[in-house]
């Protein structure tokens, strides 16, 4: 048996493959729909403006996201020519993508407090087994806008970052966006981001705690 999963680690990692499911989907289409928002309907003429995870989904993106908690879709197109502010309208549109996570782990708090109170006056397999699923909703989709919001190419917080960096520097780093994503990736696997990017998982974590204290008031 040795080198079998265990039946709960199976558990984890299909709970694991509910959240890519819908934190993927949730992030590239927020990008879509603010980008529409903002005048540009490209994504939206490409199908992106879906929450259906085939539209968006990266096969090797996804793969990471589920075995490694951080990956990544395919890329969502936009023209900012059709933006009046092209260069605000690029950050505004790369922050949209982090902050429905960040949206999405709030949600998840919330019915997760409630989960645990609620668990521990019932005792019940289901309240544990959704307890999990709210946990690892909230600790990858954490990890999803924090990966994402690095201010390096290809990642949402480059084009953030072109608000206080000049075009020229922004987009002689854009020619070398595949070798830094390689590079980044490597890093991730080899742990060498581990301790960073768990420090801003735990520090969004407590943001959150305190975010959803009125869930103890409303049990109180």
Same mark, same amino acid.
């Given at each position: %048996?040795? #080198?079998l999963l265990s039946p709960y680690q199976i558990l984890r990692y299909l709970l694991r493959a509910v959240v890519v499911l819908v934190a993927i989907p949730f992030h590239e289409a927020a990008h879509a729909l603010v980008s529409s928002w903002l005048g540009d309907d490209t994504a939206k003429r490409a199908g992106r403006l879906s929450l259906n995870p085939i539209r968006h989904f990266?096969? =090797? #993106? *996804?793969l990471c996201m589920l075995l490694g908690g951080v990956g990544?879709?395919?890329?969502?197109?936009i023209d900012p020519r059709n933006y009046k502010d092209p260069k605000? /309208? %690029?950050?505004?549109?790369?922050? @949209? /993508?982090? $902050?429905?996570?960040?949206? =999405? *782990?709030?949600?998840? +708090?919330?019915?997760?407090?409630?989960v645990l109170y609620s668990a521990a *006056?019932?005792?019940?397999?289901? +309240?544990?087994? $959704?307890?999990?699923?709210?946990?690892?909703?909230?600790?990858?989709?954490?990890s999803l806008a924090v990966f994402n919001l690095l201010p390096i190419p290809p990642f949402d917080g480059s084009r953030i970052a &072109?608000?206080?960096?000049?075009?020229?520097l922004y987009f002689q780093a854009m020619r070398y966006e595949r070798q830094i994503m $390689? @590079?980044?990736? =490597? =890093?991730?696997?080899? #742990?060498?981001? !581990?301790?960073?990017?768990?420090? &801003?998982? !735990? &520090? %969004?974590? !407590?943001r959150l705690v305190k975010w959803t204290g009125f869930v103890e008031m409303w049990w109180r």
């Open positions: %048996m040795n #080198g990266d096969p =090797l #993106g *996804a990544w879709a395919k890329p969502v197109g605000l /309208g %690029m950050a505004i549109s790369a922050a @949209a /993508g982090p $902050l429905s996570n960040l949206l =999405l *782990a709030w949600g998840s +708090m919330i019915l997760y407090k409630i *006056a019932q005792q019940s397999r289901l +309240m544990a087994v $959704l307890s999990l699923l709210l946990y690892d909703m909230i600790v990858m989709n954490l &072109l608000l206080f960096l000049p075009r020229r $390689l @590079a980044v990736l =490597l =890093l991730v696997f080899l #742990g060498a981001l !581990d301790a960073p990017l768990s420090l &801003l998982v !735990d &520090l %969004m974590w !407590d």
